[in-house]
C-alpha cells in the first residue's frame, strides 16, 4: 500500500497548491480513492492505482452498490478517480484514462424537477408487477430513472450490452462512443427479475437480441414507450404537461 499511499501524497499535493481545492475535499477525494486502492489490492492483487482499468472502476462501483452506496457516494468517488487519471495522463505517467468510458450515476434524474419525491414514487410503483407487460414496464421506469439513459438508449438496449454481475449497462453512444453505466441496486433488482420471470414469456418464435420487448415478441420503441410513460403518469396522478417525451 506504500506506493499506492504515495500516489495519493503525490496528487492531493497537487490540487491543493495548484487547484486550491478545500481540505474536507482532499480528505474525501484521498479516503475515497485510498478505498479503491485497498479493494485492488485485495480483489486484483495491484499495488498501484495507475495500473486499474475501467474494467476494475466498474467492478469497484458494483462492489460500492452491493455494499447499499448512494449514488451520491458512488458519483463523488468517480469524481476524484477521474481527476486523479487525468491528472496522471497529463503528467505523461499514463498513456490513457481508464475513467473516460464510466459513467457516474445520475444525480439528476431524467423526469421532470417540478415532480415530487412521492409523484416519482407513484410513476415508478404504477406498472402492476405480477403481470408480465407491467414488469417489464417497471424494469424500463427503474432503468431509465436509475441511469439518465435516452430513451432511445433504453429501447435499444440489447442483451450483449448488460454486464449485470459487475452491476451496469454498456452504452455505444454517438460517433460509436463507448460507455459504462452502473445501474443502482434497485434498478438492477427490477431488470433481473424482468429477464427471469417476464422477457422469456414476451419472446416470438424468432429470438431477439433487444432487452425491452412488447406483446408480439418485438423490440421496444420509442413511441410505444412514450404511451406507456403517459398511462402511468395519469394513473400517479401527474399532469399530462409535467412530462414529456424527453422524460
Known amino acids: 500500500?506504500?506506493?499506492?499511499?504515495?500516489?495519493?501524497?503525490?496528487?492531493?499535493?497537487?490540487?491543493?497548491?495548484e487547484d486550491g481545492l478545500a481540505a474536507n475535499t482532499l480528505e474525501s477525494y484521498r479516503r475515497d480513492l485510498l478505498q479503491?486502492?485497498?479493494?485492488?489490492?485485495?480483489?486484483?492483487?495491484?499495488?498501484?492505482?495507475?495500473?486499474?482499468?475501467?474494467?476494475?472502476?466498474?467492478?469497484?462501483?458494483?462492489?460500492?452498490?452491493?455494499?447499499?452506496?448512494?449514488?451520491?457516494?458512488?458519483?463523488?468517488?468517480?469524481?476524484?478517480?477521474?481527476?486523479?487519471?487525468?491528472?496522471?495522463?497529463?503528467?505523461?505517467?499514463?498513456?490513457?484514462d481508464p475513467s473516460a468510458l464510466v459513467d457516474a450515476p445520475k444525480l439528476i434524474r431524467p423526469l421532470p424537477v417540478s415532480l415530487s419525491e412521492l409523484a416519482v414514487e407513484n410513476l415508478l410503483q404504477a406498472p402492476d408487477v405480477d403481470d408480465t407487460l407491467g414488469l417489464r414496464d417497471r424494469a424500463m421506469l427503474e432503468v431509465l430513472y436509475?441511469?439518465?439513459?435516452?430513451?432511445?438508449?433504453?429501447?435499444?438496449?440489447?442483451?450483449?450490452?448488460l454486464r449485470l454481475d459487475m452491476g451496469v449497462v454498456q452504452i455505444i453512444g454517438k460517433g460509436s462512443k463507448e460507455r459504462i453505466v452502473p445501474l443502482g441496486e434497485e434498478a438492477l433488482h427490477w431488470l433481473q427479475a424482468y429477464l427471469l420471470s417476464a422477457r422469456s414469456l414476451l419472446l416470438a418464435a424468432q429470438p431477439v437480441a433487444a432487452v425491452f420487448l412488447t406483446q408480439r415478441g418485438e423490440g421496444m420503441t420509442r413511441q410505444a414507450f412514450w404511451y406507456l410513460i403517459k398511462r402511468y403518469a395519469l394513473q400517479a396522478g401527474i399532469p399530462q404537461e409535467h412530462i414529456s417525451p424527453h422524460t
Open 1 to 17: 500500500m506504500k506506493v499506492i499511499d504515495s500516489e495519493l501524497d503525490v496528487f492531493c499535493d497537487s490540487l491543493l497548491l
Open 146 to 161: 436509475a441511469t439518465g439513459l435516452r430513451v432511445s438508449e433504453l429501447v435499444g438496449l440489447t442483451l450483449d450490452q
Open 36 to 96: 479503491f486502492g485497498v479493494w485492488l489490492h485485495q480483489e486484483r492483487d495491484q499495488q498501484s492505482l495507475l495500473s486499474a482499468s475501467a474494467a476494475d472502476l466498474t467492478a469497484f462501483l458494483a462492489h460500492r452498490f452491493r455494499q447499499h452506496a448512494k449514488a451520491s457516494s458512488a458519483a463523488r468517488f468517480l469524481s476524484a478517480a477521474k481527476r486523479f487519471y487525468r491528472y496522471h495522463v497529463l503528467q505523461g505517467t499514463l498513456r490513457a
